[in-house]
């Protein structure tokens, strides 16, 4: 029953999406400038930010079941599972952090950026949740967008051409990373739509050159 209720809710995020059109502009994102751009990846510069956070349990090893289960918590959250009752915004995108290397250790985690109405002080989440509120200073990310799904099977691929692209194009500056144990998979489109999709490898590039 708790695994169709996960589901159905999944399934509800993606229609919600898809609802408010093909523009990934509709919902509301993080603010971010470009500061360098290449042929197969950018730099972006973004502003602070709120983010609530839901944490898998060690030992979790699937990127897709992880991303479910983090969101059918942060769905309960905006929809007034916080001690306020106040409904939230839905935001995009969905961010999913990855450890680049399996361990039992080290966990998923499945963030969603806090609406600008309540950047300041959002809501508290219910206790039973266990949301943590993420604060994220200026900093700056290099970006990969890649289309089609999303999947257990080529991410970690996805990440790998990040790596290797920020090697052969910042002259070794790359080395200035902040932390290569993990990676950010950024989600946009509802899942029914095979055309035209728009998701994103993050790596934390802040310290490469003086603007970061």
């Not at 159905?8 to 408010?20: E, G, M, S, T």
């Not at 604060?135 to 790596?163: H, M, P, S």
Request: proline share 3%; net charge neutral.
């Amino acid at each position: 029953m708790e695994t169709t209720i996960m589901c159905f809710l999944y399934y509800l995020f993606i229609a919600i999406f898809h609802f408010f059109g093909n523009s990934v502009y509709a919902i509301e994102s993080p603010k971010y400038i470009v500061i360098q751009t290449e042929l197969d990846f950018e730099i972006r510069l973004y502003n602070e930010s709120s983010w609530i956070s839901a944490t898998s349990s060690s030992g979790t090893n699937s990127f897709e079941q992880s991303t479910k289960t983090g969101f059918h918590r942060l769905y309960q959250y905006i929809r007034g599972a916080n001690l306020n009752s106040s409904k939230l915004a839905i935001t995009a995108p969905i961010l999913t952090r990855i450890p680049s290397t399996i361990s039992s250790e080290v966990s998923y985690s499945v963030r969603m950026y806090v609406s600008p109405h309540f950047q300041g002080k959002p809501p508290q989440s219910n206790p039973e949740l266990k949301l943590q509120l993420e604060k994220w200073k200026t900093q700056c990310i290099a970006v990969r967008k890649f289309n089609g799904y999303a999947k257990d099977d080529n991410i970690n691929k996805e990440f790998e051409a990040l790596v290797s692209s920020l090697n052969k194009h910042l002259d070794g500056t790359s080395t200035m990373m902040q932390d290569t144990s993990s990676y950010t998979i950024a989600q946009y489109n509802a899942s029914f739509r095979n055309t035209e999709r728009v998701n994103e490898v993050w790596i934390n590039v802040s310290g490469f050159r003086t603007d970061c």
